[in-house]
């Protein structure tokens, strides 16, 4: 519930307006629970501005995030909002039509994939909301050079707003973030024994 | 992205299924973004179990909020998931029929009636997934008395999961509580004079 008011009005030469509007990058980082459930949150709230989403779903996952997609996924579909388009490693990305090579691509072959699709979307301006999920992962390994990150991001045209999520967000992007939240974890079931449960964690 | 193994085996006679499948109490707190917008996230998961969802809104607001509100309400109409009540104190509690008296009842007065309502329907298991929403806030208050809100919630019958989203839990619930994250600010675009904007603030 922030207060509305910005804390400092900067000397930028900029209208309140137009300081507003500015298109921003988010991250959504730390060990706690609520990193991608609050990133799928915010699309809700892009969907109802109509606006298209792109959501790339870095790190593969059988059940996990199934309750966001199919809820994005009938919003997309829906007469209301905005569109929604689902893009997911763990199926292979849609847009990779040839088949298999010698074995199939290695994991960060196919996370490389995916960001140079980013890539396009951002020159493109094909969205106006990503949501790179658990992308601060591939920074983090150093799968992805967070400086190119960087520069992509800093300079991709138009208004396109990017939320990055993963624990370990390296300290390059979180310094360059206009928007960061820590989400750190006070207790979770799985500390006391409890597995986790269909409708909670999926 | 939890591990899904737990740390420890607790000696609580209860079975791997028993324990995962317990209803959950689940806080988000702290000053940082993604309280309610991971607790929405999380109605998503919940829609898509098919699940009864009962949103209660306990802080009035004019745009905040609206684009889950849209989408939810959305889903909850659709032939899909689960269904979806939207319960907004600003606009005055749905069941209220009464007119009201000499003047409007007072913020705390309609606060109070929106946990009442909480109590009838946990007592009527209407919904698998409450989402009190900026509830916290009316603990930290004193408003609604958290010794209270803790015996109601350790005595709910049936398969019930809550929410609870604000700053400032009291450390009773904190300590009550099953799942508790932080959402801490590392920073915010109105630190750097940069007002709210639609599409991310609402």
């Known amino acids: 519930m922030p207060q509305g008011q910005p804390n400092v009005v900067p000397d930028d030469g900029l209208t309140t307006r137009q300081r507003r509007n500015r298109p921003l990058v988010m991250v959504h980082t730390g060990i706690g629970k609520g990193k991608s459930t609050a990133a799928f949150g915010m699309a809700l709230r892009a969907w109802n501005q109509g606006w298209p989403i792109g959501v790339f779903q870095f790190v593969k996952s059988a059940k996990w995030k199934v309750g966001e997609e199919n809820a994005l996924k009938v919003l997309g579909a829906s007469d209301e909002g905005g569109s929604v388009t689902w893009n997911k490693m763990g199926e292979g990305w849609s847009w990779i039509q040839r088949a298999p090579a010698e074995g199939e691509p290695s994991h960060e072959d196919k996370a490389r994939e995916g960001w140079e699709q980013v890539k396009r979307d951002l020159a493109a301006e094909t969205y106006s909301l990503y949501v790179l999920d658990e992308f601060a992962y591939l920074l983090h390994w150093g799968w992805i050079d967070v400086d190119e990150v960087i520069e992509v991001l800093r300079d991709?045209?138009?208004?396109?707003?990017?939320?990055?999520?993963?624990?370990?967000?390296?300290?390059?992007?979180v310094e360059f973030a206009d928007l960061v939240t820590d989400m750190s974890k006070v207790k979770h079931p799985m500390d006391a024994g409890q597995k986790g449960q269909r409708g909670i964690e999926w």
Not at 156 to 173: E, N, S
């Open 156 to 173: 991709r045209p138009g208004h396109q707003h990017v939320v990055i999520t993963g624990r370990y967000a390296p300290g390059a992007l």
